[in-house]
């Protein structure tokens, strides 16, 4: 008749971690299924696209060259070579 008690005990730890496992197992599904859905329905966003033509790549450049040098487009080159 000791076995009993001690049979007991052990079924009820049995059952105390099945109940804990079973919740990880629910939780763990929940976020599963929350992953899945937030990559769902980022994969059917609209996108915005933007699309930039260039027209021959004649760009207007204003600043400075590495010598501090301030220039703009073609009066550059005839600084450059005016100054060397």
Known sequence: MENQPLATEL???VRAQSKRWFIIAV?????IISVIIAF???LTVPIDE???E???GNANYIGRDLEGELYNGKDYTETQ???Q
């Open 11 to 13: 079924i009820r730890e």
């Open 50 to 52: 933007i699309s930039i």
């Open 81 to 83: 070579t005016s100054t």
């Open 54 to 56: 260039a027209d021959g």
């Open 27 to 31: 939780v763990e599904l929940f976020i």
């Open 40 to 42: 769902l329905w980022y």
